[in-house]
């Protein structure tokens, strides 16, 4: 999970910064995906609509107001639009990923070894009540 959080949230901030650079868009018979200055949307070709080319176009970023919150369009219209931007999805990953390393940490840190409280010294094999020949804690 920390890993894999990691590297979604990588790489949509790759995606991110490419996309406000240049416009991607990916386009099939059925409607296209595209990357939009922050933004990622889904687009269903309505009934009508010709479909372009399939695969992959490229194109410099033009100046267009940016949408900051996701955008929907259907099932009324005769076309159906999902457009999020790519925050949105950015901090869902950012947070996976640091409650995965946090998750880990913390799993690495307590092995099951009776350790001090203080220092985490390494216990075993002291008598109970002794203190931390580490730190001079006392145990806890
Ligand atoms: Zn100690």
Same mark, same amino acid.
């Given at each position: 999970?920390?890993?894999?959080?990691?590297?979604?949230?990588?790489?949509?901030?790759?995606?991110?910064?490419?996309?406000?650079?240049?416009?991607?868009?990916?386009?099939?018979?059925?409607?296209?995906?595209?990357?939009?200055?922050?933004?990622?949307?889904?687009?269903?070709?309505?009934?009508?609509?010709?479909?372009?080319?399939? +695969?992959?176009?490229? %194109?410099?970023?033009?100046?267009?107001?940016? $949408?900051?919150?996701?955008?929907?369009?259907? =099932? #009324? @219209?005769?076309?159906?639009?999902?457009?999020?931007?790519?925050?949105?999805?950015?901090?869902?990953?950012?947070?996976?990923?640091?409650?995965?390393?946090?998750?880990?940490?913390?799993? +690495?840190?307590?092995? %099951?070894?009776?350790?001090?409280?203080?220092? $985490?010294?390494?216990?075993?094999?002291?008598? =109970? #009540? @002794?203190?931390?020949?580490?730190?001079?804690?006392?145990?806890?």
């Amino acid at each position: 999970m920390k890993w894999g959080g990691t590297a979604v949230a990588v790489l949509l901030l790759v995606a991110w910064g490419v996309s406000e650079v240049w416009w991607l868009h990916y386009e099939t018979r059925l409607g296209y995906v595209h990357l939009y200055r922050g933004e990622a949307g889904l687009v269903r070709h309505g009934p009508g609509t010709f479909p372009g080319v399939p +695969g992959w176009s490229v %194109g410099p970023q033009v100046q267009t107001p940016r $949408r900051w919150w996701p955008a929907f369009r259907g =099932p #009324g @219209a005769p076309w159906f639009q999902v457009s999020v931007p790519l925050w949105l999805p950015l901090s869902a990953a950012t947070l996976v990923a640091a409650f995965g390393w946090r998750r880990a940490r913390r799993a +690495g840190l307590d092995d %099951g070894e009776p350790r001090c409280g203080n220092c $985490r010294y390494n216990r075993t094999g002291l008598a =109970p #009540g @002794a203190n931390c020949p580490e730190c001079n804690a006392p145990p806890k």
